[in-house]
Protein backbone atom coordinates (compact mmCIF):
# COMPACT_ATOMS: atom_id res chain seq x y z
CA UNK A 1 0.00 0.00 0.00
CA UNK A 2 1.22 3.17 -1.18
CA UNK A 3 1.82 5.65 2.37
CA UNK A 4 0.85 9.35 1.02
CA UNK A 5 3.16 12.11 1.32
CA UNK A 6 2.61 15.17 3.53
CA UNK A 7 1.79 17.04 0.02
CA UNK A 8 -1.47 14.57 -0.75
CA UNK A 9 -2.92 14.78 2.75
CA UNK A 10 -2.38 18.40 2.64
CA UNK A 11 -4.09 18.68 -1.00
CA UNK A 12 -6.92 16.28 0.30
CA UNK A 13 -7.67 18.52 3.60
CA UNK A 14 -7.97 21.86 1.98
CA UNK A 15 -9.85 19.98 -1.28
CA UNK A 16 -12.43 18.61 1.58
CA UNK A 17 -12.93 22.01 2.48
CA UNK A 18 -13.52 23.91 -0.77
CA UNK A 19 -16.28 20.97 -1.49
CA UNK A 20 -17.88 22.58 1.46
CA UNK A 21 -20.18 24.97 -0.31
CA UNK A 22 -21.49 26.49 2.96
CA UNK A 23 -17.85 26.70 4.31
CA UNK A 24 -17.20 30.07 6.34
CA UNK A 25 -13.79 30.73 5.11
CA UNK A 26 -11.98 32.67 8.02
CA UNK A 27 -8.30 31.42 7.97
CA UNK A 28 -6.63 32.36 4.69
CA UNK A 29 -6.89 36.44 4.73
CA UNK A 30 -9.29 36.36 1.57
CA UNK A 31 -12.04 38.58 0.93
CA UNK A 32 -15.52 37.18 0.45
CA UNK A 33 -17.03 40.50 0.47
CA UNK A 34 -19.64 40.28 -2.70
CA UNK A 35 -16.93 41.28 -5.53
CA UNK A 36 -17.93 44.42 -6.94
CA UNK A 37 -20.02 44.57 -10.25
CA UNK A 38 -17.51 46.03 -12.27
CA UNK A 39 -14.68 43.78 -11.40
CA UNK A 40 -17.06 40.96 -12.39
CA UNK A 41 -18.57 42.25 -15.56
CA UNK A 42 -14.38 42.52 -16.74
CA UNK A 43 -14.05 39.31 -15.86
CA UNK A 44 -17.24 37.91 -17.79
CA UNK A 45 -16.84 40.17 -20.89
CA UNK A 46 -13.06 38.65 -20.82
CA UNK A 47 -14.92 35.19 -20.88
CA UNK A 48 -17.55 36.14 -23.39
CA UNK A 49 -15.18 37.78 -26.41
CA UNK A 50 -13.08 34.49 -25.45
CA UNK A 51 -9.19 36.53 -24.21
CA UNK A 52 -8.68 33.45 -22.52
CA UNK A 53 -8.06 31.66 -25.73
CA UNK A 54 -4.48 33.81 -25.91
CA UNK A 55 -1.59 34.35 -23.91
CA UNK A 56 -1.35 37.70 -21.99
CA UNK A 57 2.19 39.90 -22.50
CA UNK A 58 5.07 38.10 -20.75
CA UNK A 59 5.42 41.03 -17.52
CA UNK A 60 1.66 41.43 -17.71
CA UNK A 61 -0.86 43.74 -19.68
CA UNK A 62 0.72 47.39 -19.88
CA UNK A 63 -2.44 49.02 -18.90
CA UNK A 64 -2.73 47.05 -15.51
CA UNK A 65 1.39 47.33 -14.95
CA UNK A 66 0.69 51.19 -15.35
CA UNK A 67 -2.37 51.01 -13.16
CA UNK A 68 -0.25 49.11 -10.55
CA UNK A 69 2.76 51.62 -9.86
CA UNK A 70 0.15 54.18 -10.39
CA UNK A 71 -1.58 52.70 -7.31
CA UNK A 72 1.48 52.10 -5.23
CA UNK A 73 2.25 55.57 -5.84
CA UNK A 74 6.17 55.09 -6.74
CA UNK A 75 8.21 55.12 -9.49
CA UNK A 76 9.23 52.06 -11.05
CA UNK A 77 8.41 49.48 -13.08
CA UNK A 78 5.81 46.15 -12.58
CA UNK A 79 6.18 42.37 -13.39
CA UNK A 80 2.86 41.07 -13.33
CA UNK A 81 2.61 37.37 -12.26
CA UNK A 82 0.19 35.06 -11.05
CA UNK A 83 -0.34 35.70 -7.47
CA UNK A 84 1.99 37.34 -5.16
CA UNK A 85 3.34 34.13 -3.84
CA UNK A 86 4.95 33.35 -7.56
CA UNK A 87 6.06 37.17 -8.00
CA UNK A 88 7.93 36.92 -4.67
CA UNK A 89 9.50 33.69 -5.64
CA UNK A 90 10.53 34.95 -9.13
CA UNK A 91 12.71 37.57 -6.56
CA UNK A 92 14.18 34.97 -4.53
CA UNK A 93 15.46 32.80 -7.94
CA UNK A 94 16.79 36.14 -8.89
CA UNK A 95 18.76 37.53 -5.81
CA UNK A 96 19.28 34.36 -3.34
CA UNK A 97 22.09 32.05 -4.13
CA UNK A 98 23.98 28.94 -1.91
CA UNK A 99 25.43 30.65 0.84
CA UNK A 100 23.77 33.68 1.22
CA UNK A 101 21.56 34.91 3.55
CA UNK A 102 17.96 35.24 4.05
CA UNK A 103 16.55 37.76 6.98
CA UNK A 104 13.56 37.71 8.24
CA UNK A 105 10.95 38.13 11.00
CA UNK A 106 8.99 35.22 12.93
CA UNK A 107 6.52 34.95 12.45
CA UNK A 108 6.06 36.05 9.13
CA UNK A 109 5.05 34.17 6.07
CA UNK A 110 6.74 31.69 5.40
CA UNK A 111 6.89 30.56 1.84
CA UNK A 112 9.75 33.19 0.73
CA UNK A 113 11.38 31.91 3.36
CA UNK A 114 10.85 28.16 1.83
CA UNK A 115 12.03 29.36 -1.55
CA UNK A 116 15.29 30.81 -0.04
CA UNK A 117 16.00 27.68 1.30
CA UNK A 118 15.43 25.81 -1.72
CA UNK A 119 17.85 27.98 -3.53
CA UNK A 120 20.48 26.72 -0.78
CA UNK A 121 20.31 30.18 1.58
CA UNK A 122 20.85 30.20 5.26
CA UNK A 123 17.23 31.40 6.26
CA UNK A 124 17.53 33.40 9.70
CA UNK A 125 14.39 34.24 11.39
CA UNK A 126 14.53 37.08 14.33
CA UNK A 127 11.79 36.64 16.95
CA UNK A 128 9.24 39.30 17.21
CA UNK A 129 6.14 37.71 18.90
CA UNK A 130 5.79 39.37 22.18
CA UNK A 131 4.80 43.27 23.69
CA UNK A 132 8.54 43.91 24.74
CA UNK A 133 9.03 44.82 20.76
CA UNK A 134 5.64 45.84 20.08
CA UNK A 135 5.68 42.48 18.19
CA UNK A 136 7.48 44.37 15.32
CA UNK A 137 10.77 43.83 14.13
CA UNK A 138 13.17 46.64 14.92
CA UNK A 139 16.35 48.47 13.31
CA UNK A 140 18.97 47.22 15.96
CA UNK A 141 17.96 43.89 16.04
CA UNK A 142 18.24 43.87 12.45
CA UNK A 143 21.10 45.39 12.26
CA UNK A 144 22.87 42.59 14.35
CA UNK A 145 21.66 39.87 12.31
CA UNK A 146 22.48 41.06 8.58
CA UNK A 147 25.95 40.96 7.24
CA UNK A 148 27.72 40.69 3.65
CA UNK A 149 26.01 37.03 2.90
CA UNK A 150 22.51 38.50 3.36
CA UNK A 151 20.79 39.15 -0.37
CA UNK A 152 17.08 39.68 0.84
CA UNK A 153 15.67 41.07 3.69
CA UNK A 154 11.84 40.55 3.87
CA UNK A 155 9.46 42.64 5.39
CA UNK A 156 5.43 41.86 5.37
CA UNK A 157 3.90 45.21 6.43
CA UNK A 158 1.44 44.77 8.05
CA UNK A 159 2.55 41.61 9.39
CA UNK A 160 0.81 38.17 9.15
CA UNK A 161 -0.27 36.89 11.17
CA UNK A 162 -0.01 39.60 13.87
CA UNK A 163 -1.31 42.77 12.08
CA UNK A 164 1.50 45.17 12.98
CA UNK A 165 2.76 48.06 11.08
CA UNK A 166 5.54 50.28 9.98
CA UNK A 167 6.29 53.70 10.08
CA UNK A 168 7.96 56.05 7.23
CA UNK A 169 11.21 56.16 9.60
CA UNK A 170 11.78 52.40 10.39
CA UNK A 171 11.18 51.75 6.97
CA UNK A 172 14.03 54.11 6.36
CA UNK A 173 15.75 52.49 8.87
CA UNK A 174 15.65 48.84 7.31
CA UNK A 175 16.49 50.64 4.16
CA UNK A 176 20.08 51.81 5.20
CA UNK A 177 20.79 48.50 7.06
CA UNK A 178 20.02 46.70 3.76
CA UNK A 179 22.39 49.00 1.63
CA UNK A 180 25.24 49.03 4.26
CA UNK A 181 25.50 44.98 3.53
CA UNK A 182 24.49 44.69 -0.07
CA UNK A 183 21.05 43.69 0.44
CA UNK A 184 17.59 44.38 -0.81
CA UNK A 185 14.80 45.12 1.39
CA UNK A 186 11.67 43.19 0.11
CA UNK A 187 8.59 45.16 1.17
CA UNK A 188 5.54 42.99 0.96
CA UNK A 189 2.62 45.23 0.98
CA UNK A 190 -0.33 42.31 0.45
CA UNK A 191 -2.12 44.23 3.50
CA UNK A 192 -1.14 48.14 3.08
CA UNK A 193 -4.72 48.76 2.40
CA UNK A 194 -5.75 48.36 5.17
CA UNK A 195 -3.01 50.48 7.37
CA UNK A 196 -3.83 54.15 6.81
CA UNK A 197 -0.71 55.73 6.80
CA UNK A 198 1.02 52.81 5.24
CA UNK A 199 4.21 53.80 2.90
CA UNK A 200 5.56 51.70 0.15
CA UNK A 201 9.13 50.97 0.66
CA UNK A 202 10.29 52.07 -2.86
CA UNK A 203 8.40 55.89 -2.29
CA UNK A 204 11.26 56.09 0.35
CA UNK A 205 13.97 54.34 -1.98
CA UNK A 206 13.56 53.39 -5.61
CA UNK A 207 16.93 51.14 -5.54
CA UNK A 208 17.02 49.78 -2.74
CA UNK A 209 13.56 48.56 -2.28
CA UNK A 210 11.78 46.48 -4.22
CA UNK A 211 7.70 45.72 -3.20
CA UNK A 212 5.42 43.00 -3.98
CA UNK A 213 1.94 43.26 -4.05
CA UNK A 214 -1.17 41.29 -4.96
CA UNK A 215 -5.24 40.91 -5.47
CA UNK A 216 -6.25 38.18 -3.33
CA UNK A 217 -6.49 39.91 0.12
CA UNK A 218 -8.22 43.33 -0.93
CA UNK A 219 -10.09 42.93 -4.27
CA UNK A 220 -10.93 38.89 -3.49
CA UNK A 221 -9.32 37.54 -6.67
CA UNK A 222 -7.35 34.68 -4.62
CA UNK A 223 -8.72 31.93 -6.59
CA UNK A 224 -8.12 33.90 -10.25
CA UNK A 225 -4.19 34.45 -8.89
CA UNK A 226 -2.62 37.85 -9.53
CA UNK A 227 -0.16 39.70 -8.18
CA UNK A 228 3.65 42.03 -9.00
CA UNK A 229 6.51 42.66 -8.42
CA UNK A 230 7.48 46.61 -8.40
CA UNK A 231 10.58 47.98 -8.80
CA UNK A 232 13.67 49.58 -10.70
CA UNK A 233 13.52 48.93 -14.07
CA UNK A 234 16.37 47.50 -13.67
CA UNK A 235 15.88 45.34 -10.99
CA UNK A 236 12.43 43.91 -13.06
CA UNK A 237 14.32 43.03 -16.10
CA UNK A 238 16.56 41.22 -14.27
CA UNK A 239 13.04 39.60 -12.43
CA UNK A 240 12.47 38.83 -15.92
CA UNK A 241 14.64 36.26 -17.02
CA UNK A 242 13.94 34.39 -14.21
CA UNK A 243 10.59 34.31 -14.03
CA UNK A 244 8.05 31.35 -14.27
CA UNK A 245 5.46 33.53 -15.83
CA UNK A 246 6.81 33.88 -19.30
CA UNK A 247 3.39 33.37 -21.14
CA UNK A 248 2.08 35.78 -18.73
CA UNK A 249 -0.71 35.63 -15.74
CA UNK A 250 -4.06 34.74 -16.57
CA UNK A 251 -5.68 36.95 -18.65
CA UNK A 252 -8.74 36.90 -16.94
CA UNK A 253 -7.52 37.66 -13.67
CA UNK A 254 -5.63 40.83 -15.35
CA UNK A 255 -8.97 42.17 -16.48
CA UNK A 256 -10.11 41.51 -12.93
CA UNK A 257 -7.53 43.44 -11.78
CA UNK A 258 -8.00 46.31 -14.39
CA UNK A 259 -11.42 47.11 -13.10
CA UNK A 260 -10.55 46.65 -9.61
CA UNK A 261 -8.26 49.37 -9.20
CA UNK A 262 -10.28 51.90 -11.72
CA UNK A 263 -12.91 51.10 -8.81
CA UNK A 264 -10.56 51.00 -5.45
CA UNK A 265 -11.54 54.26 -3.51
CA UNK A 266 -15.37 53.87 -3.60
CA UNK A 267 -14.77 49.60 -3.63
CA UNK A 268 -12.11 49.98 -0.43
CA UNK A 269 -14.41 52.22 1.23
CA UNK A 270 -17.03 49.84 1.57
CA UNK A 271 -14.32 47.04 2.55
CA UNK A 272 -12.86 48.68 5.24
CA UNK A 273 -16.19 48.98 7.08
CA UNK A 274 -17.21 45.67 7.01
CA UNK A 275 -13.61 45.02 7.93
CA UNK A 276 -13.67 47.05 11.10
CA UNK A 277 -16.80 46.30 12.19
CA UNK A 278 -15.57 42.76 12.15
CA UNK A 279 -13.04 43.08 14.16
CA UNK A 280 -14.80 44.97 16.52
CA UNK A 281 -17.51 41.92 17.15
CA UNK A 282 -14.54 39.22 17.29
CA UNK A 283 -12.94 42.12 19.95
CA UNK A 284 -16.20 42.06 22.07
CA UNK A 285 -16.55 38.14 21.87
CA UNK A 286 -12.89 37.38 22.61
CA UNK A 287 -13.09 39.74 25.51
CA UNK A 288 -16.13 37.81 27.29
CA UNK A 289 -14.14 34.59 26.53
CA UNK A 290 -11.70 33.05 29.17
CA UNK A 291 -8.07 32.63 28.76
CA UNK A 292 -8.31 34.17 25.12
CA UNK A 293 -6.66 37.72 24.38
CA UNK A 294 -6.22 40.14 21.17
CA UNK A 295 -2.10 39.65 20.91
CA UNK A 296 -2.65 43.14 18.95
CA UNK A 297 -5.05 45.80 18.76
CA UNK A 298 -5.80 47.39 16.63
CA UNK A 299 -4.96 45.06 13.46
CA UNK A 300 -3.86 46.99 10.68
CA UNK A 301 -4.65 44.23 8.22
CA UNK A 302 -7.83 41.67 7.66
CA UNK A 303 -7.09 39.22 10.21
CA UNK A 304 -6.96 39.25 14.32
CA UNK A 305 -4.38 37.21 16.00
CA UNK A 306 -6.04 35.72 19.31
CA UNK A 307 -4.15 33.61 22.10
CA UNK A 308 -5.37 30.87 23.38
CA UNK A 309 -2.32 30.12 25.99
CA UNK A 310 -4.76 30.77 29.22
CA UNK A 311 -7.78 29.04 28.02
CA UNK A 312 -6.37 25.45 28.73
CA UNK A 313 -6.93 24.58 24.84
CA UNK A 314 -4.65 24.19 21.91
CA UNK A 315 -4.72 26.30 18.68
CA UNK A 316 -5.22 22.77 17.25
CA UNK A 317 -8.66 21.81 19.11
CA UNK A 318 -10.06 25.29 18.38
CA UNK A 319 -9.37 25.17 14.76
CA UNK A 320 -10.51 21.84 14.40
CA UNK A 321 -13.91 22.24 16.62
CA UNK A 322 -14.71 25.54 14.65
CA UNK A 323 -14.02 23.08 11.27
CA UNK A 324 -16.67 20.24 12.44
CA UNK A 325 -19.18 23.77 12.41
CA UNK A 326 -17.95 24.65 9.05
CA UNK A 327 -15.88 27.36 9.72
CA UNK A 328 -11.93 27.24 8.85
CA UNK A 329 -10.31 29.17 10.79
CA UNK A 330 -5.85 28.82 11.10
CA UNK A 331 -3.31 27.31 14.54
CA UNK A 332 -0.55 29.58 14.61
CA UNK A 333 1.82 26.99 13.86
CA UNK A 334 1.07 27.70 9.84
CA UNK A 335 2.74 30.66 10.96
CA UNK A 336 5.61 29.83 13.17
CA UNK A 337 6.75 26.79 14.61
CA UNK A 338 8.24 28.46 17.31
CA UNK A 339 5.57 31.10 18.79
CA UNK A 340 2.62 28.80 17.22
CA UNK A 341 1.18 26.96 19.74
CA UNK A 342 -0.23 30.19 21.33
CA UNK A 343 -2.90 31.67 18.79
CA UNK A 344 -5.00 31.38 16.14
CA UNK A 345 -5.83 33.75 13.47
CA UNK A 346 -9.13 34.80 12.12
CA UNK A 347 -9.67 36.66 8.78
CA UNK A 348 -12.26 39.47 8.92
CA UNK A 349 -13.18 40.55 5.12
CA UNK A 350 -16.28 38.71 5.32
CA UNK A 351 -19.83 39.41 5.53
CA UNK A 352 -20.97 40.28 8.76
CA UNK A 353 -22.89 37.22 9.03
CA UNK A 354 -20.03 35.36 9.44
CA UNK A 355 -18.54 36.86 11.75
CA UNK A 356 -21.48 36.44 13.64
CA UNK A 357 -21.78 33.24 13.55
CA UNK A 358 -17.70 32.82 14.96
CA UNK A 359 -18.61 34.92 17.29
CA UNK A 360 -22.05 32.86 18.46
CA UNK A 361 -19.86 29.37 18.38
CA UNK A 362 -16.98 30.75 20.33
CA UNK A 363 -17.84 29.59 23.93
CA UNK A 364 -19.49 26.11 22.60
CA UNK A 365 -16.43 25.88 20.70
CA UNK A 366 -13.80 26.40 23.62
CA UNK A 367 -16.26 24.15 25.62
CA UNK A 368 -15.75 21.06 22.20
CA UNK A 369 -11.90 21.84 22.23
CA UNK A 370 -11.30 21.00 25.55
CA UNK A 371 -12.90 17.52 24.85
CA UNK A 372 -10.92 17.02 21.30
CA UNK A 373 -7.99 14.58 21.60
CA UNK A 374 -8.28 12.86 18.28
CA UNK A 375 -7.11 16.20 15.99
CA UNK A 376 -6.64 15.30 12.49
CA UNK A 377 -2.81 17.17 10.78
CA UNK A 378 -3.94 20.44 10.01
CA UNK A 379 -2.20 23.03 7.15
Known sequence: MIQDSDAEIRNRYFDTLFADEKLIWMGQNTNHIPTHPAVTQAMTASIAKGEFNAYAPPLGFESLRAAIVEDLGVTGRALVAEGGVNALATLVRTKVRAGDT?????????????????????????????????????PGVLAANVDERCALIYLVDPNNPLGTTYRADELAQFIEIAKSV?????????????AP???????IDPVNAVCSV????????????????????????????????????GVVAQRGAEAGLRVKPEWMQTVRAINTGN????????????????LVWPSFANFLCIGTEAAGITP?????????????????????AQFGGGFIKVSTTVPEPWARRFCDLLPEMMNKARGLTDVPALF
Open 214 to 249: SFSKWLGLAGMRVGALVGSPELIDECAGFSSSILGA
Open 102 to 138: FVTSDPSWKWPGLFATQQGAEVIELPIFGPETGYKLT
Open 182 to 194: GALLVHDCTYRDY
Open 197 to 203: DHVPALR
Open 279 to 294: QQLIREAVAAADGLEL
Open 316 to 336: EQLVEAYRQEGVMIRQGKYHT
